[in-house]
């Protein structure tokens, strides 16, 4: 019984140091920026449209996708796409910009989008 407790207590030592180490970190609390939301444009494609309502311009590291799409069941299930902006990440004040995203393949119920910028 003694080695029993033994054995589940560095089993459970073990596994809260494992949690620990594996923490993933979020964007916002690794770099200085914010996340804004866009509006998703509906096409052959997924666009995300940015709008930069402040008074300086703004530029857009990365952004992503949440797309809610019909599975082969009937049920709703959920993808995330990940893009790092390449290409006219820059923002002007006052001024929306269109990015490209994935292929809109059919089953999309609903999508959202967000940019991280600094």
């Known amino acids: 019984m003694n080695r029993l407790i033994k054995l ?5 030592i073990l ?19 914010r ?20 008074h300086r311009p703004i530029r857009v590291m990365n952004y992503s996708y949440e797309i809610f799409y019909r599975n082969r069941f009937g049920g709703i299930d959920m993808a995330r796409r990940d893009f ?13 910009q269109v990015f490209s995203g994935p292929v809109n393949n059919g089953p999309t119920v ?5 940019a991280f910028v600094r």
Request: hydrophobic letters at 30%; one cysteine or more; a negative charge.
């Open 8 to 12: 589940v207590m560095v089993f459970g």
């Open 15 to 33: 596994l809260a140091s494992v949690e620990s180490f594996s923490s993933v970190e979020s964007l916002e609390e690794n770099y200085r920026g």
């Open 35 to 54: 996340l804004i939301e866009g509006r998703v444009i509906y096409g052959p494609t997924l666009t995300c449209e940015i709008w930069n309502d402040s």
């Open 84 to 96: 790092h902006c390449r290409y006219n990440c820059r923002v002007r004040t006052q001024t929306p």
């Open 110 to 114: 609903y999508a959202n989008c967000f």
